[in-house]
């Protein structure tokens, strides 16, 4: 049998998190979720700790904590994250930063904790949370999209830097998912916008309602999880996995085009 391996799970108290720690549980594994409240509890019961990904204090505390009953850390899931819709003009600096200090400064401080303990260790695995919008951006959804592609870079950066060391990284880019996360914060909106911003969550709310439950994106994680040489990307819905093949086939003009049709962006 496959040695029981102890997993650290950022953002768990609900949606694709959530099911991810409630899947490698099923699995064997010794799972540890976090959320921002600690009186939040997994669905599945998983032992959950208190973590705020954008406070480096609340990121040691938790690794410490982890360390401590754990042991050791054999894989980092962070998939802690949310999404900031509005078009660009419209979003804040402030909320930009905000989206940034969860989505991509939060995966770099639960690296930066973990590694030295990987490294001793010569094993490991780092895996994180992307998305279809890491490789293809979406309108008014630019600074996720923003913070996807920064993922991205970050992680395949990381995948030739610590391979020496024995520790794998690789990468989850899921398409629509049904979950919460569509119940995105918005910013004051521009009437400028409202026509094309408007088309555009209708076409997203009609991906979603057709869209598979988290269980399906579990299910990849628990493959990399599993696997001695997980792949760098991992796509998971029929649409993350041909739009980035689209975008490589076609023309730059007809792929645009698309996608500007796609969401109604030419219509007055």
């Given at each position: 049998m496959a040695r029981s391996k102890a997993i650290l799970v950022t953002g768990a108290s609900s949606g694709i998190g959530a099911a991810i720690a409630?899947?490698?549980?099923?699995?064997?594994?010794?799972?540890?979720?976090?959320?921002?409240?600690?009186?939040?509890n997994n669905p599945a019961g998983i032992k959950m700790l208190a973590l705020d990904v954008t406070s480096d204090v609340s990121v040691k505390s938790c690794v410490a904590e982890f360390l401590k009953e754990a042991g050791d850390i054999d894989a980092l899931i962070n998939n802690a994250g949310y999404l900031q819709s509005g078009a660009v003009e419209e979003v804040t600096i402030e909320q930009s930063r905000a989206q940034f200090e969860t989505n991509y400064f939060g995966l770099v401080r639960m690296v930066h904790a973990v590694l030295p303990v990987m490294r001793a260790q010569k094993r490991g695995?780092?895996?994180?949370?992307?998305?279809?919008?890491?490789?293809?951006?979406?309108?008014?959804?630019?600074?996720?999209?923003?913070?996807?592609?920064?993922?991205?870079?970050?992680m395949e950066t990381l995948r030739h830097e610590v391979k020496p060391f024995g520790i794998n990284v690789a990468m989850v880019e899921p398409g629509a998912i049904k979950?919460?996360?569509?119940?995105?914060?918005?910013?004051?909106?521009?009437?400028?916008?409202?026509?094309?911003?408007?088309?555009?969550?209708?076409?997203?709310?009609?991906?979603?309602?057709?869209?598979?439950g988290p269980e399906v994106v579990a299910e990849v994680f628990a493959r990399i999880v599993n696997s001695s040489r997980p792949a760098l990307r991992n796509t998971v819905t029929t649409e993350a996995t041909l739009f980035p093949f689209l975008r490589w086939l076609l023309p730059a003009g007809a792929f645009e085009g698309g996608v500007r049709f796609g969401f109604g962006i030419d219509k007055k």
């Amino acid at each position: 049998m496959a040695r029981s391996k102890a997993i650290l799970v950022t953002g768990a108290s609900s949606g694709i998190g959530a099911a991810i720690a409630a899947r490698l549980a099923k699995d064997g594994h010794r799972v540890t979720g976090t959320c921002r409240s600690p009186s939040v509890n997994n669905p599945a019961g998983i032992k959950m700790l208190a973590l705020d990904v954008t406070s480096d204090v609340s990121v040691k505390s938790c690794v410490a904590e982890f360390l401590k009953e754990a042991g050791d850390i054999d894989a980092l899931i962070n998939n802690a994250g949310y999404l900031q819709s509005g078009a660009v003009e419209e979003v804040t600096i402030e909320q930009s930063r905000a989206q940034f200090e969860t989505n991509y400064f939060g995966l770099v401080r639960m690296v930066h904790a973990v590694l030295p303990v990987m490294r001793a260790q010569k094993r490991g695995l780092l895996v994180a949370t992307s998305s279809l919008a890491g490789m293809v951006p979406l309108p008014f959804w630019g600074q996720y999209n923003a913070s996807k592609f920064a993922v991205e870079g970050l992680m395949e950066t990381l995948r030739h830097e610590v391979k020496p060391f024995g520790i794998n990284v690789a990468m989850v880019e899921p398409g629509a998912i049904k979950t919460p996360f569509y119940a995105a914060p918005q910013t004051a909106a521009m009437d400028a916008y409202s026509p094309w911003r408007e088309r555009f969550f209708k076409t997203m709310r009609g991906f979603e309602e057709k869209a598979p439950g988290p269980e399906v994106v579990a299910e990849v994680f628990a493959r990399i999880v599993n696997s001695s040489r997980p792949a760098l990307r991992n796509t998971v819905t029929t649409e993350a996995t041909l739009f980035p093949f689209l975008r490589w086939l076609l023309p730059a003009g007809a792929f645009e085009g698309g996608v500007r049709f796609g969401f109604g962006i030419d219509k007055k």
